[in-house]
């Protein structure tokens, strides 16, 4: 009998714009692991460049939901979160943490904030006070730059080198999360990623491809094939190779069209890679 992995996430739908559940799901699912799904609100699409989007908040029905699961004793290998559009939504989402979280799985704050060193629509510095706690409470948290540096009350740096890398890493482990990871870090015409594992004192980095142009949803693909990669027992310069490697393979899928795909990028064509990477150990 095969036992699968199973990751519960919980994020919102932007019907239109490649991110969050729209990307999450199609990507943990190619590899290989049950993904179960918290959608936190509807929106007809995501809040980065479009104007006029709907928003149908959900927050209601996360508790409701939670209480279904509770009363089928449901059990995750991982929980992952990552837009969360509201103040209560992220203390309902600490509450199914509470409900959820056991010594036999890991908890995933990708701490959604904002890019390019400023907040995304409708987010407040109370709203940061609010996932600033929630990263208190996760194993892994996978901020870029921008979130890191409202997470810590420090100037957005978009040239973060290895050092400063460091730097910010020990900071964030002192919010209370064990291996916080950071996106965006720099390394001569290199972009990557770097985390470091506060129980053990290391760290670690990995690095692929730079192109100056912004892709929208890349936070939310990196921060999915990680989750799937820990989920599947990779360590953590493996997770981190694996999903620096995929966001490469998707900026250069995406380069031959980059004026029409503003909006996001073209992982889809590369999930048969995706595959090929999680079954390979
Ligand atoms: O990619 C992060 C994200 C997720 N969900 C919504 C967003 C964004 C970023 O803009 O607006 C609704």
């Known amino acids: 009998m095969v036992f699968m992995k199973k990751v519960v996430t919980i994020q919102d739908i932007s019907c239109f714009g490649k991110c ?15 993904t179960a799904v918290i959608p936190t609100a509807v929106l007809s699409t995501h809040t980065g460049g479009f104007t006029g989007y709907t928003f149908h908040d959900l927050s209601g029905d996360i508790k409701d ?15 992952y979160t990552g837009y969360l559009g509201s103040v209560d939504q992220v203390q309902i989402v600490s509450d199914f943490f509470d409900s959820f979280s056991s010594d036999d799985n890991f908890i995933v704050v990708d701490p959604v904030l904002g890019d390019s060193g400023h907040l995304y629509a409708g987010f407040t510095e109370e709203f940061v006070g609010e996932m600033r706690k929630l990263c208190e409470k996760a194993d892994y948290i996978l901020p870029n730059m921008t979130e890191a540096s409202f997470l810590l ?12 890398a460091k730097e910010i890493l020990r900071g964030l482990a002192e919010l209370g ?5 950071l996106t965006g870090v720099r390394s001569g015409g290199l972009h990557g990623a770097a985390a470091y594992d506060s129980e053990s004192d290391e760290f670690y980095v990995s690095f692929g491809k730079h192109i100056e142009r912004q892709l929208h949803g890349t936070g ?4 999915s094939v990680f989750t799937g990669a820990v989920t599947l027992g990779k360590n953590i310069q493996q997770a981190l190779d694996m999903s620096v490697k ?8 995406t380069m031959p069209c980059l004026d029409e795909m503003w909006y996001g990028s073209c992982f889809e064509l590369c999930l048969g890679k995706l595959i090929e990477y999680s079954s390979n150990s």
Not at 153 to 164: A, Q, R, T, V
Not at 177 to 181: A, D, I, R, Y
């Open 177 to 181: 999360c064990k291996v916080p990871v």
């Open 220 to 223: 939310d693909i990196f921060a």
């Open 246 to 253: 995929y966001i490469s393979d998707c900026i250069n899928a």
């Open 153 to 164: 009350g420090i100037p957005y740096n978009d040239k973060c080198d290895e050092n400063s």
């Open 20 to 34: 969050s559940l729209t990307v999450a799901l199609p990507i943990i699912s190619a590899m290989g692991i049950e």
């Open 65 to 79: 939901i939670s209480k279904h699961w509770q009363s089928l004793g449901l059990t995750f290998d991982a929980i």
